[in-house]
């Protein structure tokens, strides 16, 4: 009989102790930071002197085409071609993001192949950002660059 009780009890322990540590699947505080939107740049030719980086930007409704040039160096420089469908921006803050990285919004790389890429949109100051990594020795950008 003693037996039974102390199973009992020890059964009703772990079941109170789970109730007590569940989390719904949180991790962190579980707040809210941003949100994904569809804001893209305004289409048009972006550039700076950077190299002679530009991006164009065409806008085909529910996402954006995003092709251009970066460079690692003054000599070295990469074509790219990128696909944004959404943007990830935290509250309160003009940039929008996108790319390889799970926190950034929904996009695609055409071309290079790349270990990580991120684009990045100041709506604030209209200027984009394009960051792309080809190998862990290699990163190429545009800088920023501005609507002309």
């Known amino acids: 009989m003693k037996s039974k009780q102390i199973i009992i009890m020890l059964l009703s322990f772990i079941i109170l102790f789970s109730i007590s540590c569940k989390n719904d699947d949180k991790t962190g505080s579980g707040?809210?930071?941003?949100?994904?939107?569809?804001?893209?740049?305004?289409?048009g030719i972006y550039s700076n002197g950077y190299y002679n980086s530009y991006a164009a930007v065409t806008n085909n409704g529910s996402?954006?085409?995003?092709?251009?040039?970066?460079?690692?160096?003054?000599?070295?420089?990469?074509?790219?071609?990128?696909?944004?469908?959404n943007w990830y921006q935290e509250y309160g803050d003009n940039f929008a993001?996108?790319?390889?990285?799970?926190r950034d919004g929904e996009a695609t790389i055409n071309r290079p192949t790349t270990?990580?890429?991120?684009?990045?949109?100041?709506?604030g100051k209209g200027s984009l950002r394009v960051n792309i990594r080809t190998n862990v020795n290699e990163i190429y950008t545009t800088s920023y660059l501005s609507k002309q």
């Open 31 to 43: 707040d809210i930071i941003g949100e994904t939107n569809q804001n893209h740049p305004l289409q």
């Open 63 to 85: 996402y954006c085409s995003i092709i251009g040039k970066a460079y690692y160096s003054e000599q070295v420089s990469v074509n790219f071609d990128i696909t944004v469908m």
């Open 97 to 102: 993001y996108a790319g390889s990285s799970s």
């Open 115 to 123: 270990d990580y890429f991120q684009v990045s949109y100041d709506a």
